[in-house]
C-alpha cells in the first residue's frame, strides 16, 4: 500500500514546493490540510485546488475560525500574552490547532505520516514538531524544506521551473503569515535591522503618521474575555474582526521588533496586529481595575511564562494546562467596561467601569467626602519599615 504523508499546506511558497518534494523523495501520496484560522486573504477554494494542482492526492480545508478564537485567542487574552512583553503570538497560537487537525485527518486518512514546510531556522517548526509528540507520538514527521537544505531562492526557482501557480518572485520575497490575531512579515529588506520597512509591507494598518480624526470605541468584558463592542454583544470573532479594522485604519498593532527564537538566533520580524494590541490593552487595564494587589503582581508573572511556553511549541504541556486554571480563575469578575481612544498607531485607555471595581473613590479622593484616616499612615510605616530599620542598626554596629 502506498504511503500517505498528510501536509499541513498554506498555499505559500513553501508548502506548494513540498507537495512535489514529498512525491519526488519518498515516493508517498500527498494529502494537503489548510486550516482556515481567520487568515482571509485569498479563497481557500483556490488554496485546495492549487494543492491538487501542485500534485496532492486530497485537499481538505478546516473552517476552524470559532474553534481558534474560543480555545486559542480567548486563554491569551485572559494571559495577557505578550512574548517579550511586545509580541501578541500570531503565529504561535496558530499552529497548535492546526496541529490538531493534522493528527486528526491522519487518523481518518490512515496516513503514516505528517508533513511541515518550516525551514530549520525558526520556530514553526518546533511547535509543528512537538505538538504531533504530544496528540500523536507514533507519527513520523516529515520537514521537506528543512530536510531538503532548500533555500529561499532555491524554492522560488523550483516554483517558476515547474510552473507552480505561487504569487512570490525574487522582486517581492517578504514572507507572510497571518490569521485573526494579526499578520507577521520577514525576509527581503527586512532581514536588515537598521533599513526602515517598506510601507508595502504593511496591509492590515494605515500609516500611522498620517493625520486622521480618532476613533473611540468601548470594550465589555466579562471574566476576562471581551464579549461586546460599543454596546453591541459579539462574538469573539466578529469582536476581533472589527477591531482590527478599526484599529488598523487609525495604524494601530505595527510592531517592529528584535525576537530572541526558540533556535538561539535573532530575528527581525514585523507584525501588524491591531485588534491583539487593542484588546490586550484593554484588558491589562481592567484587571488594574479588578484583581486584588496580590493576585495581580503574582498573575504577571504567570502571564510571561505563558506566552514564553506557547512560543516555545509547548502548548500541549502539563504546565500551560496548569497555569490556565489558574488564569482562568484569576479571571472571575474582570467583567466591565473599557474605553478606548484609537489615533495615530496608539490605542489609549481613557475610561474604565466594572461592577466589581476595587477603586473605592471614597479612599482615593484628596477631595471632601476623603473618608482615608491619614493618622493610622504613621503606625502602618513604623511596622512597615521595622525589618529595614533592625537591618540598618545592625550595619552600623557591625562597622569598624
Not at 501578541?88 to 505528517?114: M, T, Y
Not at 474575555?225 to 454583544?233: A, E, M, S, V, Y
Request: proline share 5%; with cysteine; charged share 25%.
Amino acid at each position: 500500500m502506498t504511503e500517505r504523508v498528510v501536509l499541513a499546506y498554506s498555499g505559500g511558497l513553501d508548502t506548494s514546493v513540498a507537495i512535489g518534494w514529498i512525491g519526488a523523495e519518498t515516493g508517498a501520496e500527498v494529502i494537503a490540510l489548510a486550516v482556515d484560522v481567520g487568515q482571509g486573504g485569498e479563497d481557500l477554494e483556490a488554496i485546495r485546488q492549487r494543492a491538487f494542482t501542485c500534485g496532492a492526492v486530497e485537499s481538505i480545508v478546516v473552517d476552524a475560525r470559532e474553534e481558534y478564537a474560543a480555545d486559542f485567542v480567548a486563554p491569551a487574552i485572559r494571559s495577557n500574552a505578550l512574548y517579550m512583553d511586545r509580541y501578541p503570538l500570531i503565529s504561535s497560537l496558530s499552529r497548535p490547532i492546526i496541529v490538531k487537525h493534522l493528527v486528526e485527518a491522519a487518523r481518518q486518512h490512515g496516513a503514516d505520516a505528517i508533513a511541515h514546510g518550516c525551514t530549520g531556522k525558526g520556530n514553526d517548526q518546533v511547535r509543528f514538531e512537538v505538538g504531533v509528540m504530544a496528540l500523536a507520538p507514533g507519527l513520523r514527521v516529515l520537514a521537506p524544506v528543512r530536510d531538503s537544505g532548500m533555500t529561499r531562492d532555491k524554492a522560488i526557482a523550483f516554483a517558476e521551473e515547474r510552473g507552480l501557480p505561487i504569487d512570490v518572485s525574487k522582486k517581492s520575497p517578504y514572507s507572510i503569515d497571518q490569521n485573526l490575531w494579526g499578520r507577521t512579515a520577514e525576509c527581503g529588506i527586512l532581514e536588515d535591522p537598521w533599513a526602515q520597512p517598506p510601507e508595502d509591507v504593511f496591509v492590515y494598518t494605515a500609516d500611522p503618521t498620517v493625520a486622521r480624526p480618532a476613533d473611540e470605541v468601548t470594550i465589555s468584558f466579562t471574566d476576562g474575555l471581551p464579549t461586546g463592542l460599543d454596546g453591541r454583544p459579539l462574538s469573539l470573532v466578529e469582536l476581533v474582526a472589527e477591531l482590527n479594522r478599526r484599529g488598523g485604519a487609525q495604524g494601530v498593532g505595527r510592531i517592529d521588533m528584535i525576537e530572541d527564537r526558540l533556535v538561539g538566533i535573532k530575528s527581525r520580524e514585523i507584525y501588524e496586529c491591531p485588534a491583539a494590541i487593542t484588546l490586550l490593552t484593554a484588558h491589562r487595564d481592567l484587571e488594574d481595575l479588578t484583581l486584588e494587589r496580590d493576585i495581580a503582581r503574582f498573575k504577571r508573572g504567570v502571564d510571561q511564562r505563558w506566552a514564553e511556553i506557547v512560543y516555545d511549541g509547548l502548548w500541549y504541556s502539563p504546565l500551560r494546562a496548569a497555569l490556565d486554571a489558574f488564569e482562568e480563575s484569576s479571571s472571575v469578575g474582570v467583567t466591565g467596561d473599557v474605553r478606548i481612544r484609537l489615533a495615530g498607531g496608539v490605542a489609549q485607555v481613557v475610561g474604565r467601569r466594572s461592577p466589581g471595581s476595587l477603586y473605592d473613590h471614597a479612599l482615593a479622593t484628596y477631595d471632601a467626602g476623603d473618608q482615608f484616616d491619614q493618622s493610622d499612615a504613621r503606625g502602618f510605616i513604623e511596622l512597615w519599615g521595622l525589618p529595614t530599620k533592625v537591618w540598618a542598626a545592625r550595619e552600623q554596629r557591625l562597622q569598624p
